[in-house]
């Protein structure tokens, strides 16, 4: 009974120190809670490493809590603005939290599974590890979800300094390490040890100022004279921007807003599906757009979808107007049962049930070359794909910014804005040039090469965000380096924490105390 109660107060304890972390991330931003917060749960661990049973509900309960306060949006989407009623909306948005809570799950069972001793090689070696490559693989199985990474709540702390070197993930490794020192520093010092309290205060403290101290390296250069930009916000309400009735609400709205930008702006931006319909049943009105843009000596950039070839489906796309050449880019990672259905033969009638609009989207090539304004190159991404680290990275240090085009409106008036706006300030770090983030709705924003919002356009307003950029140019360690390294990390720190406990049970046979 006693065991039993202990078990439930601990239980309670891992999903509070789940919803905690939840404030780690924007819109909150209180970012030594992701040190915290996992740090609580490491304790719990190590508390009852003597159950595998327990150490796995532990840490899926505390995915419950993160997950559940973290991205329950997921019921807004579906039910509000996709009309799933609201039983089945219940359902689908459990079902996601509990897969989603079954990763830290994982690193609970795998920790004490393969490392059962509590020593500190254990906390500091395999604990970070196993962590850092669950997120790893959080971002690409079944298409990936790499919504909440640790390293998303750091960028306004020092160890945003580590996201030029190895991307999000060093800065996850180096939060999630933080958060094993401090729960190390706590046991060695309750067994009086203060040598290794002092030592694991050192490498805590050397961890968050070297973070600081690479902050400090302009890893980019600016390149050429700042250019002006534009970020037009037309606020179609979800519910009726794709009504058939309500189209002409998004020509009339966007041509008025973006009336005065002509010749003003070189760079005028409206955001994903701003015209939703198909570019073949506008081609009149984009040609006109086309013509207003060469004439003015603006370019203007638009999401609207397109039909593919055989008209069987559309894509997501982002059209360049005003160029020489116009140029489109075509989404790559596509949103499952929202832009597409996988695994067709089991879901076929999911979207039509659904009656998502622009529900059968096809995915562009995985290399597509930038796009261009005023010789500026600009790599874009469409809606959650700047939440792909590995899929945003470039190697073209030609490159001089990022555009993101969004639709947010989706996710209702919940956190789920501020946290795609936080991924793509991570994407602005790790590759060193500033990003454009164009919303239908908000948050429209531009955000500098340090990963800081220099400007944003107030939420819920048709409105236009006028200002100057300054394009960059260089090149980033993750640029040129990927995956790699960190991966090659981990795999030495799990290397490091076996041979320790192979050097424990040796001396266990030997008959020596250890």
């Not at 980019?220 to 609400?249: F, Y």
């Not at 996710?411 to 239908?440: I, T």
Request: net charge positive; with cysteine.
């Amino acid at each position: 009974m006693k065991k039993s109660f202990e078990f439930l107060l601990d239980s309670i304890a891992a999903i509070l120190l789940g919803v905690v972390l939840t404030f780690a991330f924007a819109p909150y931003e209180i970012f030594p809670l992701a040190v915290v917060a996992p740090a609580g749960l490491l304790g719990l661990w190590i508390k009852t490493s003597y159950s595998l049973q327990r150490t796995l509900w532990l840490g899926f309960f505390f995915g419950l809590g993160l997950f559940g306060a973290g991205v329950y949006w997921i019921f807004t989407s579906i039910h509000l603005f996709g009309g799933v009623p609201t039983i089945l909306a219940v359902f689908i948005t459990i079902g996601m939290i509990a897969a989603l809570a079954a990763f830290p799950a994982s690193v609970g069972y795998l920790l004490n599974r393969f490392f059962p001793a509590n020593n500190t090689q254990k906390m500091i070696y395999a604990f970070p590890a196993i962590w850092v490559l669950t997120e790893w693989l959080r971002g690409w199985l079944f298409t990936g979800f790499p919504w909440l990474f640790l390293g998303y709540s750091q960028t306004n702390s020092p160890l945003k300094g580590y996201a030029p070197i190895m991307g999000v993930y060093l800065v996850s490794l180096a939060t999630i390490v933080s958060s094993a020192l401090v729960v190390n520093t706590i046991i060695k010092y309750k067994q009086k040890d203060f040598r290794s309290t002092y030592l694991n205060l050192l490498t805590l403290s050397i961890i968050w100022i070297l973070g600081g101290l690479f902050s400090l390296i302009p890893w980019t250069r600016p390149q050429g004279e700042p250019i002006s930009v534009a970020l037009v916000q037309g606020n179609i309400p979800q519910a009726i921007k794709w009504s058939p009735e309500h189209v002409q609400l998004s020509y009339d709205r966007y041509v008025k807003l973006t009336e005065p930008l002509w010749g003003k702006n070189k760079l005028i931006i409206w955001p994903e599906a701003a015209i939703p319909v198909p570019l073949q049943s506008t081609e009149s009105f984009i040609n006109a757009m086309d013509e207003k843009s060469k004439a003015s000596g603006s370019t203007l950039m638009l999401g609207i979808p397109i039909r593919t070839p055989d008209e069987k489906g559309y894509y997501n796309t982002i059209v360049a107007l005003g160029e020489k050449k116009n140029k489109v880019y075509l989404k790559r990672h596509l949103v499952p049962f929202g832009e597409y259905t996988p695994l067709t033969e089991f879901f076929s009638s999911t979207l039509k049930f659904l009656d998502i609009p622009m529900s059968e989207m096809i995915s562009g090539k995985m290399n597509q070359s930038p796009l261009t304004a005023n010789n500026i190159k600009i790599q874009p991404s469409i809606c959650y794909e700047i939440a792909f680290p590995d899929l945003t990275r470039f190697t073209d240090k030609s490159i001089n910014m990022l555009l993101v085009v969004t639709n947010d409106a989706w996710f209702g008036d919940s956190n789920a804005e501020p946290q795609h706006l936080q991924m793509a300030a991570m994407r602005a770090l790790e590759l060193g040039r500033p990003v454009l983030f164009a919303s239908n709705d908000g948050i429209t924003a531009i955000i500098g090469p340090n990963g800081k919002i220099e400007a944003a356009a107030p939420q819920r307003q048709a409105t236009v965000l006028s200002t100057t950029v300054q394009p960059m140019y260089g090149i980033t360690p993750w640029m040129q380096n990927g995956f790699d390294p960190i991966l090659l990390i981990l795999i030495c720190l799990l290397f490091m924490a076996n041979q320790s406990k192979k050097y424990l049970n040796e001396r266990v046979t030997d008959g020596r105390t250890i």
